[in-house]
């Protein structure tokens, strides 16, 4: 069997999510090459070797450029904050290696442009990780969709993302707050995930019929936070991101797109909600209780008609079958598992699997669209 070998940048929170997923993807789901967790790469020597050995890598870097050139790597794998995936992806392309990159795909449409003509032109399998897409309940979501479980006309996607993190004024103005770093804030964090979602579940969007955007807190404490006496440093600078925003739109089908992504939504921690109306009949979906799918049918008889909340664990359900027992639920880490098995199919077959970087382009001009429809105050067509 082939052996895969992967170099991977940024060792914090997707680091550690990648890290466990590379390690588990082949215990779960039967893989036809072997994986083999080479290179981890950051910027301080010290943390890194601290992150290599807590979270099982052979070796590690301290310059990306190092992984990106070594010919004994095949999987680029990339977990840094957005300004850095063009230039990783444009080079891990150039050398041949097949890449994996964090979403957003990048900072902007310009960006993307150049990331898709570069992994198009060195045909290296790509995929952006947009994981929401293997979780049981949404695989489902869309098998039923396409079968016409919810009737042949979509008419509403009405998505929520809601956190709360950056609720207090005092949290500091770290680098998903600076458009020069993340691109944009709400937007291209959250509201990625759902355009993903939409596009997956439902199709493409047509146009932004109307957006409203707004960074609620103006000014934030550096990031040279104080942590001996837990004060924040007097120093402030500004946000330059979006706190939250909101949009409606279409579809090219004519269903009615309307979400809303916000860090701003006190006791949401990762309220990720889905509700899609069809002909027939409607799905929901909550991220909280992420095992669990509802669906309400028409077709049923008019004296027990209602919601019912279908616990997507049968060995029917993809993905579900490759963990547990039904009714052993899986959690947030089994969706980026179930994510690189299919990454890792896609490399032995040399074929790229959706979500493709050619997908982070599209979600890209959805997320400039809302941009330009939240500054303009109007309707823009994709
Ligand atoms: N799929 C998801 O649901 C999901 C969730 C969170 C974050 N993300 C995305 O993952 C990416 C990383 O986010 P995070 O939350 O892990 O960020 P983080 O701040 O927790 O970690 C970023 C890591 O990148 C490293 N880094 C930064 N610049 C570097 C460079 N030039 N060379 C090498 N290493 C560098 C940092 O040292 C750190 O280890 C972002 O693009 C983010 O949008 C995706």
């Not at 170099?7 to 590379?22: L, P, V």
């Not at 994986?35 to 590690?60: F, H």
């Not at 947030?332 to 970087?357: C, L, M, N, R, W």
Request: aromatic letters at 8%.
């Amino acid at each position: 069997m082939k052996t895969l070998r992967v170099g991977m940048i940024g060792y914090n929170f997707m680091g550690k999510a990648h890290s466990n997923a590379w390690r588990q993807a082949g215990r779960f789901f039967d893989l036809p090459a072997r994986i083999e967790m080479k290179t981890i790469c950051g910027r301080n020597l010290e943390a890194v070797e601290r992150a290599k050995e807590k979270l099982g890598w052979q070796i590690c870097a301290t310059d990306w450029r190092s992984i990106v050139d070594d010919r004994d790597i095949d999987i680029i794998d990339i977990c840094t904050p957005n300004d850095t995936h063009a230039e990783i992806a444009v080079a891990a392309a150039q050398m041949g290696k097949a890449i994996l990159c964090e979403k957003p795909l990048a900072r902007n449409v310009a960006e993307a442009e150049r990331m898709t003509d570069a992994v198009k032109k060195a045909r290296v399998v790509n995929m952006v990780c947009h994981n929401y897409r293997r979780i049981p309940a949404i695989a489902l979501a869309k098998k039923m969709i396409k079968r016409g479980d919810i009737g042949e006309r979509i008419f509403h996607y009405r998505a929520r993302y809601a956190q709360d993190w950056i609720l207090d004024p005092n949290f500091p103005l770290g680098w998903r707050l600076q458009n020069k770093i993340a691109g944009s804030g709400a937007n291209g964090d959250i509201d990625a995930h759902i355009i993903d979602l939409a596009r997956y579940l439902v199709g493409e969007i047509s146009e932004v019929c109307g957006a409203a955007m707004e960074t609620f807190i103006k000014e934030r404490p550096l990031p040279d936070f104080d942590k001996t006496r837990g004060n924040p440093s007097k120093k402030k600078g500004k946000v330059t991101v979006d706190d939250a925003v909101s949009w409606i739109g279409r579809f090219k089908n004519g269903a009615l797109a309307n979400l809303e992504a916000t860090r701003f939504a006190a006791g949401r921690k990762n309220h990720i909600a889905l509700e899609i109306n069809g002909s027939k009949g409607s799905l929901g979906f909550d991220f909280e209780d992420m095992n669990r799918l509802d669906f309400f049918s028409t077709e049923d008889p008019q004296d027990t008609r209602g919601f019912r909340s279908i616990l997507v664990t049968e060995p029917q359900h993809d993905y579900a079958r490759a963990f547990w027992p039904p009714g052993h639920i899986i959690g947030y880490e089994h969706t980026f598992v179930a994510t690189f098995a299919d990454f890792v199919k896609a490399i032995v077959a040399g074929k790229s699997v959706q979500p493709t970087f050619e997908d982070g382009l599209q979600n890209e001009r959805v997320l400039a669209a809302v941009a330009e429809s939240a500054k303009t105050r109007a309707w823009v067509k994709m």
